[in-house]
């Protein structure tokens, strides 16, 4: 026990520390876009064990497969992951998860995450990206306020949809890439 409090001590203090760092912050050797549909074919494969263990569908929809962002990859990837940890903790067995991606027509690619969880009350739906509030017992709040100030630091944004009480509907708004990637 004692062990295990250490770690989760441990983890929230990393994660505070990532906080209070740039997040967000451009690394060198990366590139500064990506193409969405391979960032979610990565995550798809990263959570493939856990989504048939708990026997959760993940839909993928993109109107076009080449869509590209202003956004390192590193960076949507832990983006995307934070939500999709959050929906599925939400949905515990048996549901859907879907990955929305579409571009806009001034040049802003959405990118919406939803699921069939029991949705974000709405007493507490203008509070999910503040820093440090969480509603679980072993969160240290700080999933979203780090995805919301990685997605600012992009020229992005993030909203909770208008009526979360059905289900959660996060939708990411952030540039397009001037380049395609294949």
């Known amino acids: 026990m004692l062990l295990e409090e250490t770690e989760r001590l441990n983890q929230i203090v ?3 520390l990532e906080f209070t760092r740039d997040a967000g912050k451009q690394q060198d050797d990366e590139p500064r876009f990506c193409r969405v549909e391979n960032v979610v074919n ?3 494969q990263l ?4 989504l048939a263990q708990q026997n959760i569908e993940l839909r993928c929809s993109f109107n076009d497969p080449e869509i590209s962002v ?4 590193s960076h949507l990837r832990q983006i995307l992951m934070n939500l999709l940890l959050n929906s599925i903790e939400a949905i515990g067995k048996n549901g859907w998860l879907q990955i929305e991606a579409q571009e806009e ?6 990118i919406i995450v939803s699921d069939s969880g029991y949705g974000i009350p709405p007493e507490i739906a203008g509070r999910v990206f503040d820093p440090f509030f969480t509603t679980k017992d072993t ?8 995805v919301e100030r990685i997605i600012a630091s992009h020229q992005g944004t993030i909203q909770l949809a208008e009526d979360p009480s059905t289900n959660a509907r996060f939708e990411i708004r952030l540039p397009k890439a001037d380049k395609i990637l294949k």
């Open 47 to 50: 959570f493939s064990h856990q």
């Open 105 to 110: 027509s001034d040049g802003i690619i959405k």
């Open 139 to 146: 969160g240290a709040g700080l999933g979203l306020a780090i």
């Open 14 to 16: 990393t994660r505070f």
């Open 42 to 44: 990565k995550i798809q």
């Open 70 to 73: 202003k956004i390192q990859e």
